[in-house]
């Protein structure tokens, strides 16, 4: 039974790793490719 457990919070640590890794991974990608492009442009409402 307590193999089991500590199985299991293993696996759980190693998912919520594998999430972690993930995002940072997008979010590098999005500040990649926003700083490739140009970033974001501010669209003015006064007549631009």
């Known amino acids: ?5 500590l199985k299991s ?3 759980m640590g190693e998912g ?13 990608a999005v500040h990649l490719i926003l ?5 974001r442009k501010k669209e003015g409402a006064a007549g631009e």
């Open 35 to 39: 700083k490739l492009s140009g970033g």
């Open 9 to 11: 919070l293993e696996l």
């Open 1 to 5: 039974m307590k193999t089991d457990f």
């Open 16 to 28: 919520m790793t594998a999430i972690f890794v993930v995002i940072i991974v997008i979010y590098l």
